[in-house]
T-cell receptor
Framework: ETGVTQTPRHLVMGMTNKKSLKCEQH?????MYWYKQSAKKPLELMFV???????ENNSVPSRFSPECPNSSHLFLHLHTLQPEDSALYLC?????????????FGDGTRLSIL | QQPVQSPQAVILREGEDAVINCSSS?????VHWYRQKHGEAPVFLMI?????EQKGHEKISASFNEKKQQSSLYLTASQLSYSGTYFC?????????FGTGTSLTVIP
């Protein structure tokens, strides 16, 4: 059972396409995160939102554009991606932001860039 | 900033024990442990918030040595369901860093 839902589960897109990843959490949490997980690499934190406000942006290229309209929904808008952007993109949420809070993850979107 | 885990991979027979270590070059203020099965989301196991703390979850427990900037995860009498990749994680403020991961395979 997961309280964090991500759609789509799989996405194949060309480098010139524009697409969006969606994340929804049903846990009543205030913080939401985007992570990138590449093959044979650890999870990398991309963005952190607290009460809809972005609090961290870890030098992520501008071709990734996050949006958090409310504390339950998080989007990642994608445009003109590169082949090295192919990865599993995971959304997570926690009650509050901060390293003393457990994070709950969605199943991820497997993104492939042609 | 990223914690380093050891070993990178381990294969166990059912019933055997294992230890996974997580070390950081920076001060650790808290340590999380997660397990990720292939094709699934990482699942939170436990969090240790202060040095010397030890916690348990079924037959999985962890310790946190703040002075040595490291944490260890102990899997006792392993079961097939324990297979997966284990990650430690730590951070300060709103930053969070996952460890390099340890692949654990339990065979009958």
């Amino acid at each position: 059972e997961t309280g964090v839902t991500q759609t789509p589960r799989h996405l194949v897109m060309g480098m010139t396409n524009k697409k969006s990843l969606k994340c929804e959490q049903h846990l009543g949490h205030n913080a939401m995160y985007w992570y990138k997980q590449s093959a044979k690499k650890p999870l990398e934190l991309m963005f952190v939102y607290n009460f809809k406000e972005q609090t961290e942006n870890n030098s992520v290229p501008s071709r990734f554009s996050p949006e958090c309209p409310n504390s339950s929904h998080l989007f990642l808008h994608l445009h003109t991606l590169q082949p090295e952007d192919s990865a599993l993109y995971l959304c997570a949420s926690s009650r509050q932001p901060g390293s003393n809070q457990p994070q709950h993850f969605g199943d991820g979107t497997r993104l492939s860039i042609l | 900033q990223q914690p380093v885990q050891s070993p990178q991979a381990v294969i166990l027979r059912e019933g055997e024990d294992a230890v996974i270590n997580c070390s950081s070059s920076k001060a650790l203020y808290s340590v999380h442990w997660y397990r990720q099965k292939h094709g699934e989301a990482p699942v939170f196991l436990m969090i240790l918030l202060k040095g010397g703390e030890q916690k348990g979850h079924e037959k999985i427990s962890a310790s946190f040595n703040e002075k040595k900037q490291q944490s260890s995860l102990y899997l006792t009498a392993s079961q097939l369901s324990y297979s997966g990749t284990y990650f430690c994680g730590t951070g300060t403020g709103n930053q969070f860093y996952f460890g390099t991961g340890t692949s654990l395979t339990v065979i009958p």
